[in-house]
Structure formats: structure tokens, C-alpha cells
């Protein structure tokens, strides 16, 4: 099933991408067009003699391309699937050339190892083995432990001196004051601190935040909540300890996550939105299961120019099975198996009323009290501006937009004085949209469509 536009300029990796792929969607600049059922191929004519082939699975989307650029999908992906999508009958059915039939051998035989890698982990080692690996691990935990309790013991210190002097000369100290701290959080191999900490101090100097220092105040609790809740780690149930250890900096490998019982359900990608730190980009993407109603985020990290692993746009969905990492109230996944790639074939399933996301928001707090968003769909609401811009329910309710929000504009425009239905992220007082649902179409605002 072929994607629409905006969706196909969803999976760019950036805006420039885009641009360049929409410049690429014309016949004049490809040739040797063809198709399967479940890949597309063609040619496209460079600056060089030979063209560059590029080619698509359509199943999960999958890009490849013969261009030097490390962007995924490069803009010649982008630009053929566009063609795909605009003028179909331009690509002619047939078996595939070797070289698109070589790439998608080894796409099967990778995914196929991949499968029987995580079975092969997942057969017990005999008594002597396994006690020889809890042995080792132990020792390894026990040694970490030590180091971290240590590092959070400091920073109980350091947040206890300035709960005593205040936060109203903190800005006159500078980042230096923040920086010293959270390197000394990554020598305690306590690295989500140190991330909290980076974060607190961005609060602290950012002129554009308003209350910042009741802002401040609250992330600076919360990371003392945090430190106390590892020093009394054995007192957690086991899920919560799992949060506890993960927001404290443990990680937790990709093969134990695909190695439980998974989910199988319908998945809508109902919102992403990706952030850089320093060469580093991160991208969240929320999923929604039709049946189950359940929602899933997937965390994905680039390096560069480089891409990720996965394409998942906004406005499509997939029947697959997803893997929920342990949690006291488990959000983050891996996918597992992706089949039947395609746009939406609903508006949005089930949608939930203002009181039900609210409640459903009270429930995950409630059993783990350090989330810090919370995915919320929030229907027929109308976009407001003025000095507190926010979404206006019909029984008179407001939710107020998060001061980050940069789209204001945009989402009046798709709104048009109408009731939409909004999907964003919620930290309990605010809200950040990423996408809307206006004229049973989804925009995403982490590109440029809607800009």
C-alpha cells in the first residue's frame, strides 16, 4: 500500500532531505522503473556517468541507495517514492533486477538471523555456567552499586546546600556550576543523573521559560526523589526498581527486551517529534494499538547524518508485535515483527475521552511517579491564542500549550476555529502537541508539511 505524500516526506530524515527528494519526484530523472508486489527500484541520473540505483522495500519501508550520502533514506529515496506515489503506472511489474533481488535476499537472511540469534540466547546454560555468570555479574553490580551510591550521596549534598542558599543568585554562578556536577555524576557511572542535571541547568538559563525557578525547583525535587529511591531500592516492588535503576543510568540490552512475551496488535503512529544533543539525535515516536488501546513509545538514536534503523512516519500503521521494556508502567518498546505496512485506515481507534486520558495519566504516576511526559489524546478541542494559549473543550475545560510549543500558528490554521483532536506529550500541567488530527487527515509537526 503506497504511502501518501506527507507521509513519504514524514520519513526524511531532515527538512533539507525532503526538499532535495520533492525536487527528485519528476519522471525526467529516473529510468529503469519497476516493481514488485513488496519493493520498487529505479535509476536516478546524477552528476556522475553512472546513475544511482535506489531501491525500496515497501513492507517495513526499507531504503537503499548507491549515492555516497550516509542521510537515510537519502533524498533519492525520498523522491522515488514520491514518483511511486504520483504517478504509478510509470513503473512497470516484474522480477526485479539481481541487484535489487540481492538486496532483498539479504534483508530476509539478516532478519532471519537476527530472530534465530535472540532463540539461541534464549536457551538455558547449563547449572555451572549459570552460576558462574551470576557470580560475575554480581560482582559487577555490587561494584557499580557502590560507585553510584557514593556519586548520590554527593549529590544529596550538593541539592541540600542549595535548598539552603536558594535558587536566586543560581544564574550568576554559570553552567560551570552545573557542568562540575554532572561530571562528577558520570564518574559515579550514574549517567541519567548527569542527564538531569544538564537538563535542570538548561531550565535555569533559558530567558524564555517562564516560572523558571518553580520549574527548577520541581526538576531539582525530583532528582532528590530520584537519589532516595535507589538508596531504598530493596523496599520497591520490582517494577518500580526497574525504573529506578533505568533513570539512574543502567541500560538494559535490546536481545533481553525481544527475548519476553510480546503484544500483538495494529499499530498506529500517531506522533514523533526528534531532538539533537550535540552530534547525537534522538527520536521519539508513539504508538497506539487499535485493539488494545495501549500506548507504546519507541526511542530511536542516530549519529550524524546517518539515519535509523527503522522508518516510522506519522499517519501510518502496521499489524506487528511489540516488545515492552520491564516497567512499573511499561511505555517504551521494541517492534519485534512489522507487517502490513500502510497509512491509517482509520481516523483514530477508541479515542479516549479528556477524563479517561486524565485518569489514565493519574494511574501511570501513581505507579511510577518519575515519568516526566505522558502521551495524551485530547479530541474535539479548539486551539486558542492570546497571552496563555490553549486547547478549549466544548464543556468549557481548558488545557494549556507548553511554553515550548513553536506551532501555534500552523495548528490554528489546521483548526480554523473548529474542534480537532490533538496528540502530544503531557508532564501534568501542559501540553505539547506533535501531531493533530484536522479534516480526518494527521499533520505532524516535526516537519515541515504543516510549517
Not at 61 to 81: E, N, V
Amino acid at each position: 500500500m503506497t504511502l501518501n505524500a506527507d507521509q513519504i516526506l514524514a520519513l526524511a530524515p531532515d527538512a533539507s532531505s525532503a526538499k532535495a527528494g520533492s525536487q527528485l519526484a519528476g519522471p525526467a530523472k529516473w529510468g529503469n522503473l519497476g516493481r514488485t508486489d513488496s519493493a520498487v527500484w529505479g535509476e536516478c541520473q546524477g552528476s556522475g556517468k553512472v546513475p544511482y540505483r535506489t531501491q525500496i522495500d515497501l513492507g517495513e519501508p526499507a531504503f537503499k541507495c548507491s549515492c555516497p550520502s550516509r542521510k537515510f533514506p537519502c533524498k533519492h529515496g525520498i523522491g522515488l517514492y514520491l514518483l511511486l506515489a504520483s504517478n504509478s503506472p510509470l513503473f512497470a511489474a516484474g522480477a526485479p533486477p539481481q541487484w535489487v533481488s540481492d538486496w532483498l535476499d539479504s534483508r530476509q537472511q539478516r532478519s532471519e538471523k537476527k530472530l534465530q540469534s535472540v532463540a539461541d540466547k534464549a536457551v538455558a546454560p547449563t547449572p555451572e555456567q549459570a552460576a558462574a555468570q551470576a557470580a560475575a555479574a554480581q560482582k559487577r553490580e555490587d561494584k557499580r552499586d557502590s560507585k553510584v551510591a557514593a556519586g548520590i550521596t554527593e549529590l544529596h549534598t550538593w541539592l541540600e546546600d542549595l535548598a539552603r542558599e536558594g535558587l536566586s543568585t543560581l544564574r550568576a554562578r554559570g553552567p560551570a556550576f552545573w557542568n562540575d556536577i554532572a561530571a562528577r555524576m558520570v564518574d559515579a557511572q550514574a549517567g541519567g543523573l548527569a542527564a538531569r542535571l544538564r537538563r535542570a541547568s538548561g531550565m535555569c538559563f533559558d530567558t524564555t521559560l517562564p516560572d523558571w525557578e518553580t520549574r527548577l525547583a520541581r526538576e531539582l525535587a525530583s532528582i532528590y526523589l530520584l537519589g532516595t529511591a535507589f538508596r531504598r531500592l530493596p523496599d520497591l516492588p520490582p517494577e518500580l526498581q526497574s525504573d529506578v535503576r533505568t533513570l539512574i543510568g543502567w541500560s538494559v540490552s535490546q536481545e533481553e527486551v525481544l527475548a519476553q512475551a510480546g503484544v500483538q496488535d495494529r499499530w498506529q503512529v500517531l506522533a514523533q517529534h526528534t531532538s539533537d544533543n550535540e552530534r547525537i539525535r534522538a527520536r521519539t515516536t508513539w504508538l497506539r494499538g487499535v485493539a488494545s488501546g495501549r500506548w507504546a513509545m519507541i526511542l530511536q538514536y542516530a549519529a550524524g547524518t546517518q539515519g535509523y534503523d527503522r522508518v516510522l512516519a506519522p499517519g501510518t500503521q502496521f499489524d506487528g508485535e511489540l516488545c515492552f521494556y520491564h516497567s512499573a508502567y511499561p511505555l517504551r518498546a521494541l517492534i519485534r515483527q512489522q507487517d502490513a505496512f500502510g497509512p491509517l485506515d482509520t481516523r483514530l481507534a477508541n479515542a479516549p475521552t479528556l477524563d479517561a486520558s486524565l485518569a489514565a495519566y493519574a494511574d501511570a504516576l501513581a505507579r511510577n511517579p518519575f515519568l516526566d511526559r505522558f502521551p495524551l489524546v485530547l479530541d474535539a478541542m479548539v486551539p486558542r491564542a492570546g497571552a496563555t494559549p490553549h486547547l478549549a473543550g466544548a464543556d468549557g475545560r481548558v488545557v494549556a500549550l507548553h511554553a515550548s510549543f513553536r506551532h501555534l500558528w500552523p495548528l490554528l490554521a489546521l483548526s480554523g476555529g473548529h474542534p480537532v483532536t490533538v496528540i502530544g506529550e503531557w508532564d501534568g500541567e501542559a501540553i505539547v502537541p506533535l501531531s493533530v488530527f484536522a479534516e480526518d487527515r494527521l499533520h505532524s509537526f516535526d516537519n515541515e508539511t504543516v510549517a
